[in-house]
């Protein structure tokens, strides 16, 4: 008889996650809008605090992330308490799945949800069960009828990613309040400051004890090379989550960087400025291109084409041009491609590139 390891249970259903491209063959140069990055890069005060850190790398890091939790409840209005950092808002989905999920469990995800939520659930040996969208949006009531006796979690993006759409807080109270209190509803604001008006869940998380907010430092303050994201929560949910969590999950260079982003609030309040003029332009040019567009409330926007042909042509013909934008056809959205907002000159060009095209082909 042969033995051989063998991998727990649903560990071989998941699909590699599919990155943004960031090369062109024969390139050097490339406009990036695949992973919606800040066109602008991090903050200046941001990239002093990451040199800064050099000559004291033979230093552990701290274990509580008390000053970088100390900032971020500074600077947002938060109980430091009950937040937790780690590396990406991607390690904080997957603490959430490991602690609150397993064999046997259900994981609620929507159809074109981020797909780390599947990978996160399977990992943890869960179920997850996909969701129908209604017109790229969040459809509350489909969740609340999906939900059974082994729910135990429910992951939505509020902006949500590929769509930039969200629901509005009534929405996402009637799904809080629809929810049996053991199944905890996870609102994933990696790009809630894009969003004007909106808090990311946070008061919503401090009026219950079943709902938990995740936030990135990858997309606002540029920093998706560093890899810090955090989550707030309920403080027994705090508690449960640091027991999984590595002690040295972040370093100090990642610390540092992130507190002199946060704390840099002239810095970020530009990026949102900038990012909400360019991309109404580009929502704009877009429509007048004769493409759909729906209103985005993120940091790219998501244009459909008349079929998944033409997504393809188009997502080639940019790259032709040295500008990658992401195909979402994984997120059930063949016909469309995802575009993050660049800075003015690529928001010109995307829109030369495929009017060139549209006007190539009529
Ligand atoms: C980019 C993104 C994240 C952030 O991931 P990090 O691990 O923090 O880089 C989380 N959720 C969604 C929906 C995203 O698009």
């Given at each position: 008889?042969?033995?051989?390891?063998?991998?727990?249970?649903?560990?071989?259903?998941?699909?590699?996650?599919?990155?943004?491209?960031?090369?062109?063959?024969?390139?050097?140069?490339?406009?990036?809008?695949?992973?919606?990055?800040?066109?602008?890069?991090?903050?200046?005060?941001?990239?002093?605090?990451?040199?800064?850190?050099?000559?004291?790398?033979?230093?552990?890091?701290?274990?509580?992330?008390?000053?970088?939790?100390?900032?971020?409840?500074?600077?947002?209005?938060?109980?430091?308490?009950?937040?937790?950092?780690?590396?990406?808002?991607?390690?904080?989905?997957?603490?959430?799945?490991?602690?609150?999920?397993?064999?046997?469990?259900?994981?609620?995800?929507?159809?074109?949800?981020?797909?780390?939520?599947?990978?996160?659930?399977?990992?943890?040996?869960?179920?997850?069960?996909?969701?129908?969208?209604?017109?790229?949006?969040?459809?509350?009531?489909?969740?609340?009828?999906?939900v059974t006796e082994r729910t135990r979690l429910v992951f939505i993006a509020?902006?949500?990613?590929?769509?930039?759409?969200?629901?509005?807080?009534?929405?996402?109270?009637?799904?809080?309040?629809?929810?049996?209190?053991?199944?905890?509803?996870?609102?994933?604001?990696?790009?809630?400051?894009?969003?004007?008006?909106?808090?990311?869940?946070?008061?919503?998380?401090?009026?219950?004890?079943?709902?938990?907010?995740?936030?990135?430092?990858?997309?606002?303050?540029?920093?998706?090379?560093?890899?810090?994201?955090?989550?707030y929560a309920p403080r027994v949910i705090i508690d449960v989550l640091n027991?999984?969590?590595?002690?040295?999950?972040?370093?100090?260079?990642?610390?540092?960087?992130?507190?002199?982003?946060?704390?840099?609030?002239?810095?970020?309040?530009?990026?949102?400025?900038?990012?909400?003029?360019?991309?109404?332009?580009?929502?704009?040019?877009?429509?007048?291109?004769?493409?759909?567009?729906?209103?985005?409330?993120?940091?790219?926007?998501?244009?459909?084409?008349?079929?998944?042909?033409?997504?393809?042509?188009?997502?080639?013909?940019?790259?032709?041009?040295?500008?990658?934008?992401?195909?979402?056809?994984?997120?059930n959205l063949p016909n469309c491609l995802r575009i993050t907002v660049g800075?003015?000159?690529?928001?010109?060009?995307?829109?030369?590139?495929?009017?060139?095209?549209?006007?190539?082909?009529?």
């Open positions: 008889m042969t033995r051989s390891p063998s991998p727990q249970p649903g560990i071989m259903e998941i699909k590699l996650y599919q990155g943004g491209a960031s090369r062109v063959e024969g390139r050097d140069q490339v406009i990036k809008l695949s992973s919606n990055e800040n066109p602008f890069g991090p903050s200046k005060a941001a990239q002093a605090a990451f040199a800064e850190t050099a000559a004291t790398l033979h230093r552990y890091p701290a274990t509580d992330h008390a000053d970088l939790r100390a900032a971020i409840g500074a600077v947002r209005g938060l109980d430091p308490d009950r937040i937790i950092c780690g590396a990406g808002s991607d390690e904080i989905i997957a603490f959430l799945c490991q602690c609150y999920a397993g064999p046997g469990c259900e994981v609620i995800i929507t159809e074109h949800g981020f797909s780390m939520y599947r990978i996160s659930a399977l990992a943890a040996g869960a179920t997850p069960v996909e969701v129908a969208e209604r017109e790229r949006v969040v459809d509350v009531g489909a969740i609340l009828a999906a509020n902006p949500a990613n590929p769509t930039g759409t969200m629901l509005p807080n009534v929405e996402l109270e009637r799904l809080a309040d629809g929810l049996p209190p053991e199944c905890l509803l996870v609102l994933d604001g990696a790009y809630a400051e894009f969003a004007a008006g909106y808090d990311g869940g946070a008061a919503l998380v401090e009026a219950r004890d079943n709902v938990v907010m995740t936030r990135t430092f990858s997309k606002l303050y540029g920093l998706g090379g560093l890899r810090i994201g955090w989550g027991r999984v969590r590595g002690p040295f999950n972040l370093s100090a260079t990642q610390l540092a960087t992130a507190e002199a982003a946060v704390r840099d609030e002239a810095y970020a309040a530009w990026y949102i400025g900038e990012n909400a003029r360019l991309r109404a332009w580009l929502t704009g040019a877009l429509r007048d291109l004769g493409l759909g567009c729906d209103d985005s409330h993120a940091n790219f926007v998501l244009a459909r084409f008349a079929s998944e042909k033409e997504a393809n042509a188009n997502e080639a013909r940019l790259r032709g041009e040295g500008i990658l934008v992401r195909k979402v056809a994984g997120y800075d003015a000159p690529d928001c010109r060009r995307v829109v030369a590139v495929i009017g060139a095209g549209r006007e190539a082909a009529a």
